[in-house]
């Protein structure tokens, strides 16, 4: 089987949906599954050739999102030319990972070609559309949101939810597509060993200093303020503690701005982008407590990433954060309320013990999220898709 998978975002721009997407591909080859990929150009890759013949990338031209330096929007021109000469016969089915220009060219491609189309739906998109447009009322930018993704996903033979929670958003919008339950697992390579020591010494932090560690993108949805409330909590009985805030996105200057307001600018590091391969394991592997809050997560892979690396996780347990957070995952599950995160941080910066028995649980669960398992069931997906009548659109809308 030959799947064309089409997504408005991938490597170097780091984040769950390129992770979820290189994840799967290198666990799909192993199921017979072979892939091609369609994903934006970069700004560092203008001068490179427009496919990757060795990971089967194809980069398509791409400008710059207003207000978001870090992501790219396709040219649609462009992209319907790169797909339009792959031809109609080289692909059993489309999977698209993205609900932006990706989504409609895939649809399109999918029809021309009279093959079945499966979406993986990744962004809670009706929780954060508020937060890059401000003038939307939140009420109107959620009710325009559920049906934009009623739309969407109508245009498709099957989804994929990471999680429960996410296929039940996604039902009680009034979705009606069939809807399979999917995470997207860990690598083997995400339980080699980092070095935390290392981390510690490049980030000019003393081996023995209490560390808190936040990794992901640094966007407003991910509720990086409410994490440095409960940092601000936790020096008053911890004030050798310091916060590390590993990524980048559009929310790092106001969070700087209320690093200051705080006067926290000696106590918190803001680590920017890591190589995935090196020094990030060096940063889960460095923290005393892993610390997480986001409202939005339809998985929360970077949880899983963390437990791996045997790092103590308090976090909330939000949409699909709850169905990663379990009782066996070693993790303090505490409300979004303040003085109780800062409790629940305290209790383990102060409990060796308790770090090193939460450490060992969290490597234990985390290796029961084997990627390879989940391409498996991914391959079997793809097959039943396949397999069943579809009504082909012959109408082109998009």
């Given at each position: 089987m030959r799947v064309l998978f089409v997504s408005d975002v991938y490597f170097p721009r780091v984040n769950g949906v390129s992770t979820s997407i290189r994840t799967f591909r290198h666990d799909l080859a192993s199921c017979g599954v072979a892939s091609c990929l369609v994903a934006p150009r970069y700004p560092q890759q203008d001068e490179a050739p427009a496919a990757d013949t060795a990971d089967a990338v194809v980069r398509v031209p791409a400008a710059g999102v207003p207000g978001d330096p870090e992501d790219r929007r396709m040219q649609w021109r462009a992209l319907t030319r790169t797909l339009d000469a792959m031809g109609g016969e080289q692909f059993d089915l489309v999977h698209i990972h993205t609900p932006f220009i990706a989504h409609y060219a895939g649809v399109r491609y999918a029809r021309r070609a009279n093959i079945p189309c499966v979406a993986t739906y990744h962004t809670f998109f009706a929780e954060?559309?508020?937060?890059?447009?401000?003038?939307?009322?939140?009420?109107i930018g959620r009710m325009l949101a559920r049906s934009f993704t009623r739309s969407q996903c109508a245009a498709v033979q099957a989804l994929i939810a990471p999680s429960a929670p996410m296929r039940d958003v996604l039902q009680a919008y009034g979705v009606t597509t069939p809807v399979h339950v999917l995470p997207t697992g860990l690598g083997a390579d995400r339980f080699r060993p980092g070095d935390g020591a290392a981390f510690r010494a490049r980030a000019g932090i003393e081996p023995g200093r209490p560390l808190l560690t936040y990794i992901g993108r640094v966007a407003h949805e991910k509720?990086?303020?409410?994490?440095?409330?409960?940092?601000?909590?936790?020096?008053?009985s911890a004030p050798q503690a310091m916060l590390v805030i590993a990524g980048e996105g559009p929310a790092r200057e106001p969070l700087r701005a209320q690093v200051a307001s705080l006067g926290l600018q000696q106590h918190v590091h803001f680590a920017g982008y890591l190589a995935r391969d090196s020094e990030l394991l060096d940063c889960y592997a460095a923290a005393d407590v892993f610390v997480f809050a986001s409202r939005t997560e339809t998985q929360g892979l970077v949880l899983l990433e963390a437990m791996a690396q045997g790092a103590a996780v308090v976090s909330t347990a939000e949409l699909g954060t709850r169905s990663v957070l379990l009782p066996a995952s070693g993790a303090l599950v505490v409300p979004e309320e303040r003085a109780a995160f800062a409790t629940a941080v305290l209790r383990v910066l102060g409990d060796p013990q308790l770090r090193a028995e939460m450490a060992q649980a969290a490597r234990s669960y985390a290796r029961s999220w084997s990627s390879a398992a989940?391409?498996?069931?991914?391959?079997?997906?793809?097959?039943?898709?396949r397999s069943a009548p579809f009504a082909a659109r012959a109408s082109l809308n998009y």
């Open positions: 954060y559309l508020h937060h890059y447009v401000p003038v939307l009322p939140r009420g509720n990086i303020g409410f994490l440095l409330q409960v940092f601000a909590e936790v020096r008053n989940m391409a498996q069931r991914l391959a079997q997906i793809y097959a039943e898709v």
